[in-house]
C-alpha cells in the first residue's frame, strides 16, 4: 500500500499536476490496483523466469547505414515553439543532463 | 588556488593522521559509427542545428528503435581489450527522467545487465604499470544539447546529439591520484583509437568523464563520503578539478566538518567545483527492461571472430618494439601513442630495415618538422616508404647524417623520394676505398711539404688532411673512411 506522500512524489516524477481530489481518487485506485498485486506475489514464481518481452525474438540488428533524414521543418512544426533552426522551451536551469 | 596534495598531515587529539584520495571514473566514449544507436541518422560532428534528425530521434509515437549492429561489435571489443567477461544475455532498459534534450522522456541504456563486466586496464605510470579494476562497460544513447538563454529566458534544443552511441566505463575505485586519473583516461583514450571504435577527441566531447571522489585515513578501509565532479571534457581539467576537490574535503575533515554527499560541476574559469544538486534529491530514474528492444543472445562464435578481428593493443606492440627491435622503451612508448605512429614505424622499418635509426628519424626529425608545420603524421608530405629510403641511404653510409638532414628538408618541403634529391644535387657521399683514395693522393700531391712532415712524424698534421680531402669532396666524403684510408697510405710511406 502507497500513501497520499508517494502519490504526490510519482505525479512529480511524471510531470502531472494533480489537483488534491485527483490525487485522492487516484490514491484509492492505486491502492486498489496494488492490493492485487499483492495477491498475486503470493504466488510462487521461483521456477519461473521473469519475462520482459512477449514475442521471444532475440538479436534485431541493423547495418550501420546512413538514411535520408527528416526535414528541419518537420520536427519544428511538432515543436510548441522553435527559434530559427532550434527547438524553444522554457529555460532549465538545473544543468544536470545525464550525460 | 588549490594545492592538494593527495596526502597530508593532520593532527587530531595529538594523533598525526594522513588522508588518501580514493577515486572512480566513470567515462561516456562517443562510438565512431556513422549512424545513431538505434536509428539511420548520421552522427556527424558540427552540422546544422537539427539537421541529424528522424522519427526516433524525436521520440515520436510508434517509431520503433532497432540496434547498430556496429555498436555491440565496438563494446565486445573494448570489452575483451579491457580483459572484461562478456555477458551472454543482455537486455536494454529504459532510464527515465525529464530533460528537454531527451524527447522520449527516458533514456536507453543498459542496467543490471551491462554488456561486459569484471575486466581491468594495465596504465603505465611513472614506469610502473598500475592495474585499475574496471566494474562494466554499457551501451547507451546521447542526449541533445540545450543551450540556454537567459535574455530570452528560454533553452534553445538541438538533437543532433541524441541518440549517438555511447559506451559507458566504469571503474572501481581504484585510482589514488589525479594523476593516476589522468593516466588511466589517457590509457583509454589510447585503446579506443587504437581499436578504431571512438576518435577519442575530447574537444568535440567524444570522451567526457564523471569523477567519484572521497578521502580516507590512510590504513582505513572503509571508504569515506563521496562526490562527484560531472562532465569533464580535459585531461587537465579532470585533473584541476580532482585536486581542488581533494583540497576542499581535506579542509573540511580537518576542521572536524563532514562531507556532503553531492554532485558538483567543475568551472574551468575559476577552477573550483560547486555543487550542482545533493544526491538526496537525485531523481528516481525507474529503471525497466525496454520492451522495444529484444534481448541479445552473445554467443561464444561471434566473441571469437571479434577477438581475431582486433588490432594488436598498445601494450604488446609496445613490448615487440622492445623484445623484436631492441628499441627503448621510452621509444616504444612514443611510438605506441597512437596506431598511426607504430604503422608508419613500421612501413619505415619493413624499407630500410633498420629499427634504431627509422624510430629516432620518425620521432626527432618527422615528429619535429611536421609539429613545426602544424600537420599530423596523416597529412605528413613525407611518405613512410620515402622515410625508409632516407633511413636506407644513411644505413648503407651513401649519404651522411648531415647530408641526409638536407635531403629531408627537401623531402618534407616537396614530397619528393630522397633518392631522386641526392640524383639531383649530387650529394652522393664518397664511400668507394679507391675513389677516397684517388682524392686522399692527389690531396698529397698538392701539398708537398706537410706531407714531408707527417712522414717524418708530426702527426697533427692528419687532421689538415682530413680536412683538405673533405674540402675537395665538398663534404660528400664518408670522414671515418677518410681517416682510415690516410693513416694507412702514411702508414706505407712511412715503410
Redesign the interface.
Known amino acids: 500500500m502507497i500513501s497520499n506522500e508517494d502519490v504526490k512524489?510519482l505525479a512529480l516524477?511524471a510531470?502531472l499536476n494533480l489537483s488534491e481530489p485527483e490525487a485522492q481518487r487516484l490514491h484509492k485506485d492505486l491502492n486498489s490496483i496494488l492490493g492485487y498485486m499483492e495477491r498475486l506475489q503470493k504466488v510462487d514464481v521461483s521456477k519461473v523466469d521473469p519475462m520482459?518481452?512477449?514475442?521471444g525474438?532475440?538479436?534485431?540488428?541493423?547495418?550501420?547505414?546512413?538514411?535520408p533524414?527528416?526535414p528541419?521543418e518537420a520536427?519544428?512544426e511538432?515543436a510548441p515553439?522553435h527559434?530559427?533552426?532550434?527547438?524553444?522551451?522554457?529555460?532549465?536551469i538545473?544543468?544536470?543532463?545525464?550525460? | 588556488m588549490a594545492q592538494a596534495p593527495s596526502r597530508n598531515g593532520k593532527s587530531l587529539n595529538g594523533v598525526v593522521m594522513e588522508f588518501e584520495a580514493v577515486i572512480g571514473l566513470e567515462t561516456h566514449v562517443q562510438l565512431c559509427t556513422k549512424t545513431k544507436i538505434f536509428c539511420s541518422s548520421s552522427t556527424e560532428f558540427g552540422a546544422e542545428p537539427n539537421q541529424h534528425i528522424d522519427p526516433v530521434t524525436l521520440g515520436l509515437p510508434g517509431s520503433l528503435p532497432v540496434l547498430n549492429r556496429q555498436v555491440l561489435e565496438n563494446a565486445i571489443m573494448l570489452g575483451l581489450a579491457m580483459n572484461c567477461e562478456i555477458r551472454r544475455y543482455n537486455r536494454f532498459a529504459r532510464k527515465h527522467y525529464f530533460y528537454p534534450d531527451l524527447p522520449k522522456g527516458y533514456q536507453i541504456s543498459q542496467y543490471e545487465e551491462p554488456i561486459c563486466e569484471r575486466g581491468h586496464l594495465n596504465v603505465p605510470m611513472d614506469g610502473a604499470i598500475r592495474t585499475i579494476g574496471i566494474t562494466r562497460i554499457h551501451m547507451e544513447e546521447d542526449a541533445g544539447k540545450n543551450i540556454h538563454d537567459s535574455r530570452t529566458h528560454s533553452s534553445l534544443i538541438d538533437l543532433n546529439r541524441a541518440g549517438v552511441a555511447l559506451l559507458e566505463i566504469v571503474t572501481q575505485p581504484d585510482l589514488r591520484s589525479p594523476a593516476e586519473a589522468s593516466a588511466y583516461l589517457r590509457t583509454l583514450r589510447q585503446i579506443v583509437r587504437f581499436l578504431g571504435v571512438s576518435d577519442g577527441n575530447m574537444e568535440e566531447g567524444s570522451l567526457r568523464c564523471d569523477a567519484n571522489i572521497s578521502l580516507r585515513p590512510v590504513g582505513q578501509v572503509k571508504f569515506g563520503t563521496r562526490t562527484e565532479i560531472k562532465n569533464l571534457n580535459s585531461f587537465k581539467f579532470v585533473e584541476r578539478a580532482l585536486e581542488y576537490e581533494i583540497a576542499r574535503q581535506m579542509s573540511l575533515l580537518k576542521s572536524g566538518k563532514s562531507i556532503v554527499q553531492e554532485t558538483m560541476l567543475f568551472d574551468s574559469a575559476t577552477g573550483a567545483t560547486r555543487s550542482l544538486r545533493s544526491k538526496e534529491e537525485s531523481a528516481d530514474y525507474r529503471y525497466f527492461p525496454d520492451p522495444d528492444l529484444p534481448p541479445l543472445v552473445i554467443e561464444e562464435a561471434y566473441i571469437r571472430s571479434i577477438q581475431e578481428r582486433m588490432p594488436t593493443l598498445p601494450e604488446q606492440r609496445s613490448k615487440e618494439l622492445v623484445d623484436g627491435y631492441g628499441l627503448t622503451a621510452y621509444d616504444a612508448q612514443v611510438l605506441t601513442v597512437e596506431r598511426m605512429n607504430i604503422d608508419f614505424f613500421e612501413e619505415v622499418f619493413k624499407v630500410c630495415q633498420n629499427a634504431k635509426l627509422a624510430c629516432s628519424w620518425l620521432t626527432s626529425e618527422l615528429f619535429g618538422a611536421l609539429n613545426t608545420a602544424g600537420l599530423d603524421l596523416k597529412r605528413s608530405p613525407v611518405s613512410a616508404r620515402n622515410l625508409g629510403e632516407l633511413v636506407k641511404l644513411i644505413d648503407s653510409e651513401a649519404i651522411s647524417g648531415k647530408m641526409a638532414k638536407t635531403v629531408f628538408e627537401e623531402m618534407f618541403a616537396t614530397g619528393k623520394a630522397p633518392g631522386e634529391i641526392v640524383a639531383a644535387r649530387g650529394l652522393k657521399q664518397l664511400t668507394n676505398d679507391d675513389d677516397i683514395a684517388k682524392v686522399v693522393e692527389s690531396v698529397f700531391a698538392n701539398n708537398a711539404k706537410q706531407l714531408a712532415d707527417y712522414v717524418g712524424g708530426n702527426d697533427r698534421l692528419h687532421a689538415f688532411f682530413v680536412g683538405q680531402v673533405m674540402k675537395s669532396t665538398q663534404g660528400t666524403a664518408n670522414p671515418k673512411k677518410v681517416n682510415d684510408i690516410i693513416l694507412s697510405l702514411i702508414k706505407k710511406r712511412r715503410g
Open positions: 512524489k516524477l510531470r520482459s518481452h512477449v514475442h525474438a532475440t538479436n534485431v540488428f541493423r547495418e550501420d547505414e546512413l538514411k533524414s527528416l528541419v520536427a519544428l511538432l515553439d527559434s530559427g533552426r532550434f527547438i524553444r522551451v522554457p529555460i532549465v538545473d544543468q544536470g543532463g545525464e550525460n
